[in-house]
């Protein structure tokens, strides 16, 4: 496995994989690696002939009084882990590799980019968006990678993808979860083992919605009642935001009738957690 430092290496190698006649799958991500991250190198295997896995921890998308600072940072491992699933090329780029002092080019996906994560962390997805319209320029890959987890992520990088008509796919991976339901996340293991449990709070609320939506309540005031319920039973879970929304605009809809992304946001402590669902 290449593990490569720099842009200009890291196209250079692109370039041969595409002279090979191989298509090229990416995965970005901020390292701290977990079995979520894996399933989208799994999926990038089983359609693509060379996978590639960015690590950057990039701080355009963490606010001032975020924790960028304390993400946690473990490339040798994850490295480790990669080299182990396979996969053919890691991208380890430095902040000033990826920002040369002076860059003032963002990208700024209008509208969804204010909503739900985006209105709690202003200026998050125009770092995100930004971020991954530098990845995807550098490496040119058919396909890339990214976990419905993210779901606000999800629709605002779709967005950007179609608007400025980059030529890849964008490919989405279902949630990976704990045994005990709470969704992978590479801050969760930022959390004590009494936080671990309060945090299991966000994955009940929305068990409880979909049970509801299956039960045949359809509306989204009802279904977001039974939700905020269930949140208010933990305490030391601090919750930002439970919206049920359409998955491509984000915005909140009356009835789940035609589908619907069920999202939630809550504090444990001082991290910061989220998890959705799709009905
Ligand atoms: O989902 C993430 O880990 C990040 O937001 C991403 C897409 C790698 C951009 O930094």
Known sequence: MLVLRTIAETRTTCARIRLAGKTLGLVPTMGALHEGHLSLVRAAQASCDA???SIFVNPTQFGPKEDFASYPRTLEQDCRILEAAGVDLVFAPSVQGMYPSGASAFVEVAGLSDRLDGASRPGHFRGVATVVAKLLNIFAPERAFFGQKDAAQVAVLRKMVHDLRFAVQVEVCP????????????RNRNLSDIQRRQALILSRALLTVQRKAQGGEHESSKLLAEALGVLAGEPGAELDYCRIVDPD???????????????????????????NLLL
């Open 175 to 186: 949630i990976v979860r704990e045994p005990d339901g709470l969704a992978m996340s590479s």
């Open 249 to 275: 605009t984000l915005e909140d809809i009356p009835s789940v009738d035609r589908g619907a992304l069920v999202a939630v946001a809550a504090r444990v402590g001082t991290t910061r957690l989220i998890d």
């Open 51 to 53: 996978v590639a896995v």
